[in-house]
């Protein structure tokens, strides 16, 4: 009938959104806003002088620079493993799919140890480039080698999904077209992909920017070198400067949901073309 509402399957969205925000509210929000609470009670002169100072700028640019570069990383590898998981049947495939989740489950102390082993002098790995004179653990390079390690999943998840669900006869038309291979996944599969590889760019690079228990042991923790802001944060916490850890915590939270909206803003209108498209 004319005028009549559309009615909802399953009512109740007055209640359900109640929920949303009363557990959003207390699960994000509050614990938000006593950040910002804690740092206020810092004078403007002293909050510029915490969070700018030497050592303070310096890990900013370790913990942004590592992340963005383990993220940038894991959006190709990450885009590669996930092809290869839906395209091709082999054996030891589930194992494989399996693999991809242990960096979820893993605590990350754990794997910072494994790294380090790994990647020291001493290790397996790092034994090969020391004669080299090229320091894999205790350098941004094993930072970066760490942050890869826990946010490869984030990718993989987020875009193996996606790519189950593309229609191959697109593909199929593409080639009957005349296209080559890599034209047709540049022209027509990566389009497709990019809303999502984006969303998993932005979910490892969130967490690579909060990553501590993995890094710590890895990174050798020297000022101005190789510590990374967590790090700085956890400082002081032990120096029982509340404020001051708030400070810098809240420069990560601003800067980093700058950075996550421009993001989600570029994978909106990315969305919206393909829609049109």
Same mark, same amino acid.
């Given at each position: 009938?004319?005028?009549?509402?559309?009615?909802?399957?399953l009512p109740g969205f007055g209640l359900s959104m109640g929920?949303?925000?009363?557990?959003?509210?207390?699960?994000?929000?509050?614990?938000?806003?006593?950040?910002?609470?804690?740092? %206020?009670?810092?004078?403007?002169?002293?909050?510029?002088?915490?969070?700018?100072?030497?050592?303070?700028?310096?890990?900013?640019?370790?913990?942004?620079?590592?992340?963005?570069?383990?993220?940038?990383?894991?959006?190709?590898?990450?885009?590669?493993?996930?092809?290869?998981?839906?395209?091709?049947?082999?054996?030891?495939?589930?194992?494989?799919? %399996?693999?991809?989740?242990?960096?979820?489950?893993?605590?990350?102390?754990?794997?910072?140890?494994?790294?380090?082993?790994?990647?020291?002098?001493?290790?397996?790995?790092? %034994?090969?480039?020391?004669?080299?004179?090229?320091?894999?653990?205790? %350098?941004?390079?094993?930072?970066?080698?760490?942050?890869?390690?826990?946010?490869?999943?984030?990718?993989?998840?987020?875009?193996?999904?996606?790519?189950?669900?593309?229609?191959?006869?697109?593909?199929?038309?593409?080639?009957?077209?005349?296209?080559?291979?890599?034209?047709?996944?540049?022209?027509?599969?990566?389009?497709?992909?990019?809303?999502?590889?984006?969303?998993?760019?932005?979910?490892?690079?969130?967490?690579?920017?909060?990553?501590?228990?993995?890094?710590?042991?890895?990174?050798?923790?020297?000022?101005?070198?190789t510590e990374i802001t967590p790090l700085l944060i956890m400082?002081?916490?032990?120096?029982?400067?509340?404020?001051?850890?708030?400070?810098?915590?809240?420069?990560?939270?601003?800067?980093?949901?700058?950075?996550?909206?421009?993001?989600?803003?570029?994978?909106?209108?990315?969305?919206?073309?393909?829609?049109?498209?």
């Amino acid at each position: 009938m004319k005028g009549s509402k559309t009615r909802n399957v399953l009512p109740g969205f007055g209640l359900s959104m109640g929920f949303t925000v009363t557990y959003l509210s207390l699960i994000v929000f509050i614990p938000l806003s006593a950040v910002f609470i804690k740092t %206020s009670e810092l004078s403007w002169i002293d909050f510029w002088h915490t969070v700018t100072s030497a050592r303070v700028l310096a890990s900013y640019k370790v913990s942004f620079l590592t992340a963005f570069a383990a993220a940038l990383i894991n959006l190709v590898f990450g885009l590669l493993v996930a092809w290869v998981l839906v395209r091709y049947r082999f054996p030891g495939k589930k194992l494989i799919d %399996s693999i991809v989740d242990i960096p979820f489950a893993l605590p990350t102390a754990v794997a910072g140890i494994a790294l380090t082993a790994i990647y020291s002098p001493n290790g397996w790995i790092g %034994s090969l480039f020391s004669p080299y004179g090229i320091r894999l653990a205790f %350098s941004p390079i094993g930072i970066t080698i760490a942050l890869i390690f826990i946010g490869l999943p984030f990718v993989v998840r987020t875009v193996q999904p996606v790519m189950q669900d593309l229609e191959k006869e697109t593909e199929e038309a593409a080639v009957m077209l005349g296209a080559y291979r890599l034209r047709t996944f540049w022209k027509v599969i990566l389009p497709q992909l990019t809303p999502a590889l984006l969303t998993g760019f932005a979910m490892a690079f969130a967490r690579g920017l909060g990553e501590y228990g993995s890094v710590v042991f890895i990174s050798g923790n020297m000022p101005m070198k190789t510590e990374i802001t967590p790090l700085l944060i956890m400082t002081k916490l032990e120096q029982y400067d509340y404020a001051g850890a708030t400070a810098i915590a809240l420069v990560m939270l601003i800067i980093s949901f700058i950075l996550l909206l421009l993001i989600n803003l570029l994978q909106w209108r990315m969305n919206r073309r393909t829609i049109a498209g």
